[in-house]
């Protein structure tokens, strides 16, 4: 069993940055893949980004590659999404969820923070 909390979600103008992170709880955070999504107001919940267990594999959505960075650190049980260059349209609730294999199988979820990107 694994809990995941994120934080670090806010209102940020277009152009401007800002990085979430999930802070997980429980067994062998190490060995499960991480990921984050996204669902912003009438749309169906997207995935953004994830990683590997290792953190040497990662794999984006394309309207986010070049901006978005996604990272892990085992030792503190905690991912995280640094996003640059933000767009309105990055507006959203951002999950993060944890799973196994590789392409994972989510099994976690966490509660989710609100990213709003004003223009």
């Known amino acids: 069993q694994v809990q995941l909390v994120e934080s670090g979600g806010g209102l940020v103008q277009a152009g401007g940055s800002l990085r979430v992170s999930c802070a997980a709880s429980?067994?062998?955070?190490?060995?499960?893949?991480m990921g984050w999504f996204r669902q912003a107001p009438g749309k169906e919940r997207e995935f953004v980004a994830a990683?590997?267990?290792?953190?040497?594999?990662?794999n984006y959505q394309d309207s986010v590659k070049g901006r978005f960075t996604i990272s892990r650190d085992n030792a503190k049980n905690t991912m995280y999404l640094q996003m640059n260059s933000l767009k309105p349209e990055d507006t959203a609730v951002y999950y993060c969820a944890a799973g196994n294999g590789w392409p994972a199988r989510w099994d976690y979820w966490g509660q989710g923070t609100q990213v709003t990107v004003s223009s």
């Open positions: 990683i590997s267990w290792t953190g040497r594999s990662t």
């Open positions: 429980g067994r062998a955070f190490s060995s499960y893949a």
